[in-house]
């Protein structure tokens, strides 16, 4: 099986910046709580970081429909059709969860 390329891979140096940005916020979160920053302003900031992270898997399911999935259907085998659309519901699932 050949590598498959990733659907981000156009965007990568966005993403990781982003990644990046949000590795900062989760630094400044554990400087707020060694501080000992009242408990509502640590909890603005943990809503900040998830909403940063739901921000990057919507952008990553985006571009794995976009490009993934509508790869593999234009493939036209019907087992990496369907393999792909498995992948990218669990993917839903996971996110509604979360």
């Not at 982003?18 to 554990?30: A, D, F, P, S």
């Amino acid at each position: 099986m050949a590598k498959r390329v990733p659907g981000y891979q156009p965007d990568k140096a966005a993403v990781l910046t982003r990644l990046k940005r949000i590795e900062g916020q989760v630094r400044g979160l554990q400087r707020m709580v060694e501080e000992d920053s009242y408990c509502i302003d640590v909890l603005t900031q943990v809503s900040a970081v998830s909403s940063a992270l739901q921000s990057v898997a919507v952008k990553m399911l985006d571009e794995h429909l976009r490009h993934c999935v509508t790869t593999a259907v234009q493939s036209e085998d019907p087992t990496e059709t369907d393999r792909v659309l498995m992948e990218a519901n669990k993917a839903i699932e996971r996110l509604i969860r979360s």
